[in-house]
């Protein structure tokens, strides 16, 4: 490239050299052309009008004489000049007096001017008048002046035709001359531009064909400096150029030479750091993907036998019981809750930091929402001496969509630590609207106390995992310290914020802030006011426990006089119907607050509803009095209101006060309901029928799903409860079945899912199911009456469900006993021959349970073993068989990641512990038998 790019400029260099002297000579010789032509013509000119002259003088005399063969004689002279045609004279009228031809041409005639290849010129002949003189004669004075004449006349004219052919050829060998002597003096310009360019441009093809060696990497070339001055000089700079660049490129080799070494070193050490990034990445995955699964399985299995702890533990407390048994049945209760409680933290935990824990969007009641956590938790606070006040201003929308069950979770939390943590004062929840648009609202709750309070360094690791405000804390009130941090991460799911302003000895407040869309359906519409045409007088001395009853009354129509305390003489008292008084517990204990609402009952003749800090059932209903005294325990839930307001002013209507009292919903009932329960496990079916039996419930059962949908096919039930984790056919696949089979019927049973899988996935097949309700287990008795109830009564929710996270806790290796009879008896509710008979019915079942596992591992049925072992699961849980139920998990874990030899080793000891219990049961039955 280089090269041409010289070869260009050479020639672009010999065309600058040429263009000046082309531009020079081309006008020179063009001007010496025209110059040479002019003095030609001019020439020519001359000499044809000096031989035109010189034939009329020679035909004067001719002409004066007319003489014809005079004329003739006397111009032949004229041929003498070779170019000379012809002669014509012509008198002074133009008529032709003689003409004469050099030879036989063709005449021409005319005046002066070109033809072809002649030229005629016209010269006149004149007669020339001499002067007289007259001064010669004597003066006449008196004669007339006579006037001199001279001058000449014409005689006529002579026309001299001459051939031009002379002339053109003079014409030709000018040009010709003066164009070989352009081209030669071009050619010799261009022979001195190439010799003096080949001078200046030899050395530059020489520095230009060493470049373009340079260019390709050859330093080693150097040309000869045989040029003079600049050249020259530039010649030995370009040479001390190449040997600097030779030995900047040796000494670059070198160092790009150790850089190549060092770097395949360090490649080399990267890939074996990238190969062992790639092997943990899949040992983290791996690991990652086992505790997923883990945590399902773990969540089910624990949840299972945690069902049937409850379960019969609050059947256990129906029975009659002395006093040592009932705080015996309460220990368990609440060991078991606590324990539950320990189990939810740590599995949402675990579920939050794994990203497992998908926020739900539903419509739900705001009021409703921070109702019923309030209400659970009421009795903790009472019992501690504490007036728990729930506040939801009335700005709040009545409907949002969110997570409702999330939103309660965070509430719990807080509100639990609030009442652990305070000892003394108040509990108060605030709901309030921060800021609002057409579609979305920004939701705030706070929590706030008066406990202990947290110092300002301890609230920056607050919210962390495992981390309370010190040490002493966890020692003296417990608790596992996930309860804040599982509450940010909700918060922080839903895509809100939780922030604290605490101080040590002054109380704390938590405050939540979350976005929510508005519900825009009918239901969030505003209803009309029940009571509108209705007084009342709310007597509190708690401020804000007296606000919050006032605006529940004044959502509801009344017209609201407050006070906080009232003399029985006061005018305001004709003017009301309803009297609301609230009282403390302190006011309970020290009897002032049955005086004073006996007081009003005796002094006016107005109904009184009572509110009490109390959640005992004794103390609320000592307070009712029929038709004149109503009670309830506070903090109040909307419901409970409603029904005691419609009760109170509505005459001679019946009612079970002690059940609305209690704040529970009397109608409970299940007689004559036709119920189906599927599960596989047997013991959870037996809870089921017990509970569901004692309300009056026609019970049905079934064990796998193609048993439920012919069941359901053949049979009309009222609610169908389906276990999602069955052998072959899955719950929700079952439930898709009958809902199709029961599509031609005017009404298809409502479906609720049993499960102990809290993970998302199982929540979103429910729903894709198309089942109507979602309980978990271990569910209490009144979640599953808060479940079935609405939707034997017609009512269809979006997703009825009870919620509790879960997470997993196994036994440890140590030795477990064969047998743990004490614990199959509190599963059992203390039955023991239902204990026996479920004992016997296992073992008798165990041999062939145990053969199909080792024929499932032997022919690689990975599923179908995973089932199988899963199902015996179930029923090692609760007949109490310890050692064997804590051998049936390994290989159930180990058959999911389908590796032979681990599933092999596991399942050996699986065969030892079942080999042990038919030897215990061999060994019990001989000695019954001696």
Known sequence: MILNQFKTFRTQALIAGLLPAIALAVPLITYLINTQLDNLFDAFNERGQAIANEAAALSTTGLFTRDSATLKTNLKSIFRHSDVSEIRVLDESNNTLAKINSHSNNPMAGNINSTDNHIIFRAHVGREIMPIDVSDYPEQSEEPEITALSGTTSLGSVAITISTKRLLANK??????????????????????????????????????????????????????????????????????????????????????????????????????????????????????????????????????????????????????????????????????????????ILDYSKLEYGRLEPDSSSFSVTECFEDPVVLLAPSAQDKELELVLMVYSDVPDRLIGDLTRIRQILVNLLSNAIKFTHTGEVIVRVMLERETDSECTLSFTVTDTGIGIDHDAQEHLFRAFQQADTSTSRMYGGTGLGLSISRKLAQSMGGSIKVDSARGQGSCFRVTLTLKKDDTESNKPQSAQFYNKSCLIIDQHKLSRLSIKHQFLKRGFLTKDLETVDTDEPILSLTDLIVCGFTKDEITSGYADITAKGFLTSFNLPVLVLLSASDRNTIENFHIDNTIWSLSKPLGSETLDNILKEIFSAGEAHDHSTIASNIDSDTSLKGKRILVVDDNHINLELMNILLSEKGA?????????????????????????????????????????????????????????????????????????????????????????????????????????????????????????????????????????????????????????????????????????????????ATSICGVPALNLAVTHPEAASKSRDEAKTLEKLQRFNQEVGRLLDFRDRKQEQHSD
């Open 698 to 874: 026609i019970v049905s059962e079934a064990n796998i799903g193609s048993e439920a949908i012919d069941l359901a096919t053949k049979n009309q039930f009222d609610l169908i409860l389906m276990d999602v984790h069955m052998p072959k056919l899955k719950g929700t696949d079952a439930a898709k079945r009958i809902l199709e089979n029961c599509a031609n019927r005017s009404n298809s049973p409502p479906i609720v899912a049993l499960t102990a899988d809290v993970v998302p996935e199982t929540r979103n097949e429910v729903i894709a199911a198309g089942m109507d309700g979602y309980l978990l287990k271990p569910y209490t008795e009144s979640q599953l009456m808060n479940v079935i109830l609405p939707l034997l009564r017609g009512e269809k929710p979006q997703l009825a469900q009870t919620m509790a996270t879960t997470n997993e806790s196994v036994d440890s290796d140590a030795d477990l006993p064969i047998r743990d009879e004490e614990k199959a008896l509190n599963i059992a509710g203390g039955n023991k021959k239902l204990v026996d008979e479920m004992f016997k019915q296992f073992c008798n079942e165990l041999p062939e349970q145990a053969g199909v596992i080792r024929g499932n591992h032997a022919a690689r049925q990975w599923d179908d073993l995973r089932e199988n072992v899963h199902r015996l699961h179930g």
């Open 172 to 345: 030709r060998r000018i040009m010709r001359n003066s164009l070989l002597i352009l081209w030669f003096g071009l050619i010799g310009t261009i022979l001195f531009s190439l010799a003096l360019s080949k001078r200046v441009t030899g050395p530059i093809s020489r520095l230009t064909k060493a470049v373009v060696k340079m260019r390709a990497g050859d330093f080693s070339t150097l040309i000869p400096e045989k040029s003079y001055r600049e050249i020259a000089s530039l010649e030995e700079s370009f040479n001390t150029m190449a040997r600097e660049l030779k030995l900047s490129q040796e000494t670059m080799q070198q160092q790009i030479n150790q850089a190549t070494s060092d770097l395949t070193q360090t490649m080399e050490a990267l890939e074996i750091q990238n190969v062992e990034l790639d092997l943990a990445r899949k040992r983290a995955l791996m690991a990652s993907h086992v505790k997923s699964e883990f945590l399902a399985n773990m969540s089910h299995e624990i949840r299972t036998p945690m069902n049937g702890v409850l379960g019969f533990a609050n059947l256990l407390k129906k029975m009659n019981l002395d006093k040592k048994q009932k705080d015996v049945v309460n220990t368990i209760t609440k060991s078991a809750t606590n324990l539950l409680e320990i189990i939810n933290h």
